[in-house]
């Protein structure tokens, strides 16, 4: 059984990512911050958890502790965060920033020492780190940051037999859609987790760096667009 640690576990993704993979036979652990919700996705999914802060390295231990061996780290916790760079405070910046960047180093170092020859890391990143957000610079500055992690981070433990995959969305389906003012064509957030899943299938000899998912927006297989609530408020529905 290959055991599965899955930050940003309490929705969302996350949660997606550890439904599909227990359904899959993995020993999965999420981990979040906020207890409550936790708990609950845990239940739903069959998943067990800890509470930990991915961004705070001692806060964030607790979580590797919790297996022996890591065959599979799912980084998918973040924030939409920040706004205009002139309205911006250096606060606002550093949150965005500490949630969506810092916490790959925290994960990344806390769980290589439980990871071996066959181990993979997956980092959920954003259509963002390739076609930056007006409104948004903390943002997609994060999520770029984490593509480049991500491709430095392949080349230094390539000699181990981990691979290090991205996972590149546009819109997806989640709470974190909601403050989005205009309405767009997004997947869901079980597409994103069959990706997840699915390079976990694959021949440790094969290197995938990036796999970008974004919603048909024509023809018959395209869903109706997502009109997000705030969306909704401004249009006065």
Known sequence: MRTALITGGSGGIGKACAHRLVVAGYDVILTARREEPLRAAARETGARYV????????????AVDAADRLDLVVHASGVLGGTYARKQTFAQWRTTISANLDSCFVVTSAALPRMTAGSRFVFVSSSAAHEPMRARTAYSASKAGMNAFAAALAQEVDRDGINVHVVTPGPVETEMLQDVPFEMYAIRAADVAEAVAWLDTLDPSVDLPEIRLHAVTRGPSARAPVVPLEAQRRAGK
């Open 51 to 62: 509470v930990a802060d991915a961004s705070e390295p001692e806060a964030f231990q607790p």
